[in-house]
Each structure stands twice: as structure tokens, then as C-alpha cells.
């Protein structure tokens, strides 16, 4: 089952509210079925604005928060993409459709294998699924023109900022674990790293170390 003209109608109404004008924005989440990405009671909840339970404890964002990160990002069709938690995948599958490549980190390794299999099944190829401590980010294939994380960090991880190209651009949700956080821009200078603040969110922790599926 897909989604059909119905759904697809809402759903874009819903995130064109929240404040997503970018076209290339509306048509990557235009293309991807978030339905692909939960499993069981959750599915049929797909197209709702709001964030859903997935394996390990985990979520699935909120879909307009989803599309107004990927603006943020302002990705381009070159750019080499890291993102830091995959969870469900759903949020890779949508900067897959703006990127040339895009690594994605879980420290689940569960989570990475669902991901994966989704990945492959409905053809997005151009995607690398791994189970690491995303903290440390990916050393081998530095530097990425843009970075995603999407779990909250107290700072913004050194490491990240040091494998950011120069004019890229980093999204990351900064504060306590279990409070509301700023969503911040980075972005890397020839002078060093300006930031901005976006708005007000709430993502489960960045946590150290792998998981224990
Ligand atoms: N982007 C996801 C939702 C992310 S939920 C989606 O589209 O569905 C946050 C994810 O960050 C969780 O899956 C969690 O396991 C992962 N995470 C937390 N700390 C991490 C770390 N240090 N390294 C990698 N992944 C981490």
C-alpha cells in the first residue's frame, strides 16, 4: 500500500503551515512514503504531522520538523551528506533525494538493519547505513558538505564541526537531554563558525557508546 493524492495533499498542506516554502523541500517529502519507515499500529499513522515510537525506544521526528531541518541544511544536488541517527531512515531517504550521497549513523545496530532493508527495497540507492557512535562522526569519508544530527547533543560534537568542509553547513538540536532544545545552524567559515538559532525542539539524547540491539 502507498499513500494516495488524498494523503499526499495533507500532508504537504500540513508542512506549507509549519513554514517549509522551499520547492525542493516540498518535492523530496512529496517523494518519499513515510509509511515505509514504521511498522504495525504506527503505519497507518504515517501521514499525521507528529513524531511515532520505532524499535529500541526510539522516534521517528515529526514530519514538518523533518522538512523545515532539511531547508536549514539548504542541501545541494553535489553535496555529500552525514547524517547522525538514523532511526527509521525516513529522514536519510529525504536528503537521498537532494544529495549526491548520504552516510547515516545509529548506534543501534536494529535500527541500522530495518533502515537498510527499507533503503534497498524501495530503491534508494544512494545511501550507506552504518552502526557507530555517530558522536565521533565518520573520519574515512570527511569532509561532508552538510551534517544532520538528529538526536540532542549539549554542544555541538567537535568532532562533527572538524569534518564539516569549509561553507558547509551543520543542523543540530543543542541542550539538556530531557528538556526543550535550540535547533542551530552552523556554518563553517574561512573566518571559523558562525551560529544561528532556528527554533525550539525536542529530540531524544545523543548518547555515547553503541546500544544494546
Ligand atoms: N532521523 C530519524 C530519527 C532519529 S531519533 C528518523 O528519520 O527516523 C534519534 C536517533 O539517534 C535514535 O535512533 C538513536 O539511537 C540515535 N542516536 C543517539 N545517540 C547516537 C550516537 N551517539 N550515535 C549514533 N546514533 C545515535
Request: glycine share 10%; with cysteine.
Amino acid at each position: 500500500m502507498s499513500w494516495d493524492g488524498e494523503q499526499k495533499m495533507r500532508f504537504i498542506f500540513a508542512l506549507r503551515s509549519a513554514g517549509v516554502t522551499d520547492g525542493r523541500v516540498l518535492e523530496a517529502m512529496e517523494a518519499v512514503d513515510r509509511g515505509k519507515f514504521l511498522r504495525g499500529i504506527f503505519a497507518e499513522r504515517a501521514y499525521e504531522d507528529m513524531p511515532l515510537p520505532i524499535a529500541c525506544g526510539q522516534t521517528i521526528s515529526q514530519p514538518s520538523i523533518v522538512a523545515l531541518m532539511t531547508q536549514a541544511l539548504d542541501v545541494r544536488p553535489r553535496d555529500k551528506v552525514l547524517e547522525i541517527g538514523t532511526g527509521s531512515g525516513y529522514q536519510a531517504a529525504v536528503l537521498s533525494q537532494m544529495a549526491r550521497r548520504v552516510y547515516t549513523i545509529d548506534r543501534h545496530r536494529q535500527l541500522v538493519r530495518s533502515a537498510q532493508g527499507t533503503f534497498d527495497l524501495e530503491g534508494y540507492h544512494n545511501i550507506t547505513a552504518l552502526c557507530a557512535d555517530g558522536s565521533r562522526g565518520l573520519p574515512e569519508q570527511a569532509p561532508f558538505d552538510r551534517i544532520l544530527v538528529t538526536a540532542a547533543a549539549e554542544d555541538p560534537p567537535g568532532p562533527l564541526l572538524a569534518q564539516l568542509r569549509e561553507g558547509g553547513i551543520m543542523v543540530v538540536p543543542v541542550g539538556q537531554s530531557d528538556a526543550v532544545q535550540s535547533l542551530i545552524k552552523v556554518t563553517k567559515t574561512g573566518s571559523g563558525l558562525e551560529y544561528e538559532e532556528l527554533r525550539a525542539v525536542r529530540f531524544v539524547p545523543l548518547l555515547e557508546g553503541l546500544g544494546q540491539e
